[in-house]
């Protein structure tokens, strides 16, 4: 069986890449371009386990194999009824196991050229977190900072309709970042997925050109940054991104405008940050939601909330940001893209200033007298 086993350096050897772990282990985190044909429903690896535990690990492995044999033949039957006679999967699970060595054998005997991945999904795990452990260290970022409402995630966008590289945190993490930054209808990633996701952002990236990224804290709703990749960026070249506060405000009614369709979930959200702030002011916040006073309640959070946590959190974080570049932002506007194309010019002109060379003070010649 051991030349039947593969390392994960040779996936691009194959064909099709095969996980035969359950659906929810799927879901959790795969290789990318996996597809799932599980050798055990959820349902009935849970039995399996059950019964090694509580009845005999001997009855469970005669229940698990006729189980395992049983879908395997159905999808013989059905996903890869149509595969060719030189089709070369690579197949694994959870460890490069039972369930995976079944598969290999299976496939093996009727023909195909089926190797197993050896270490299964644990390897590829494994070598997804020593990547990011170094990985984004190799990269000069630009981070966006500034308050909420200035536009940080619109800019970002609009540099990269500009042709810049950008690296979205929020979008891979399916989540605003901020305390009523769920997007409604859409759940966040597991921890392992977004990884994955990250690994194959930076994979993406060309070192020699910044990456932009907009300024996050540890922790983006349920997500964490690796902290490799937040010591770097908090190390990067800083963009101060400002808005005027009217600007600001119509910003955060277009973003939040879903929360003011769910009052009573929205009031929930808010009570949270009772400790942050007074009981009575949460309370009146609600109050401004139940009067549909809408534009105030944003007025209200930018003042006594987002901006003295940005002000707090900022002067921890960004070693450069007293070097920062300004730019005056409006987020509302239809030219999103064409201010981002004048921010990279200026980051462009100020880059070539610091690499043209300094000439020396010219001394003249001394005459004897």
Not at 175 to 185: E, F, V, Y
Not at 323 to 348: I, S
């Amino acid at each position: 069986m051991k030349n039947l086993l593969v390392s994960l350096d040779r996936i691009a050897d194959f064909d099709e890449i095969i996980d035969v772990r359950t659906p929810l282990e799927f879901a959790d985190d795969h290789i990318p371009g996996a597809i799932n044909a599980p050798v055990l429903s959820n349902e009935e690896r849970v039995l399996v386990g059950t019964m090694y535990k509580q009845v005999s690990p001997f009855e469970a492995s005669r229940v698990g194999a006729a189980l395992v044999a049983r879908n395997i033949a159905q999808h013989l039957d059905t996903t890869f009824a149509d595969r060719p006679r030189n089709w070369r999967p690579l197949i694994y699970c959870w460890r490069g196991g039972t369930r995976s060595g079944s598969v290999t054998t299976v496939f093996s005997m009727i023909g195909w050229p089926a190797r197993q991945l050896e270490g299964g999904y644990k390897t590829y795990r494994r070598a997804t977190l020593d990547t990011l452990d170094h990985l984004p260290a190799t990269f000069r970022y630009i981070v966006l900072t500034g308050p909420t409402g200035s536009g940080k995630t619109r800019l970002l966008h609009a540099l990269r309709e500009a042709g810049a590289q950008t690296l979205d945190l929020e979008q891979l993490a399916a989540h605003r970042g901020s305390l009523l930054g769920a997007l409604p209808g859409e759940p966040q990633p597991s921890q392992k997925w977004f990884d994955t996701l990250l690994v194959g952002a930076l994979r993406s990236f060309d070192p020699a050109r910044p990456v932009f990224v907009e300024a996050e804290s540890r922790r983006i709703g349920a997500i964490s940054l690796p902290l490799a990749l937040l010591e770097s960026f908090h190390r990067g070249a800083c963009v101060e991104v400002e808005a005027s506060r009217e600007d600001r405000a119509t910003f955060l009614l277009h973003d939040y405008a879903h929360l003011f369709q769910h009052p009573e979930s929205f009031k929930e959200q808010l009570a949270r940050l009772i400790g942050l702030h007074s009981r009575e002011r949460v309370s009146g916040w609600h109050t401004l939601i139940d009067a549909g006073r809408q534009a105030e309640l944003a007025r209200e959070l930018i003042d006594l909330h987002y901006d003295p946590a940005y002000a707090r959190s900022s002067r921890q974080n960004f070693s450069e940001l007293s070097r920062a570049t300004h730019m005056l932002f409006r987020p509302n506007g239809a030219d999103a893209v064409e201010q981002a194309r004048a921010l990279l010019a200026r980051l462009d002109a100020a880059r070539s200033a610091e690499r043209l060379p300094v000439r020396p003070p010219i001394t003249p010649p001394i005459t004897p007298a």
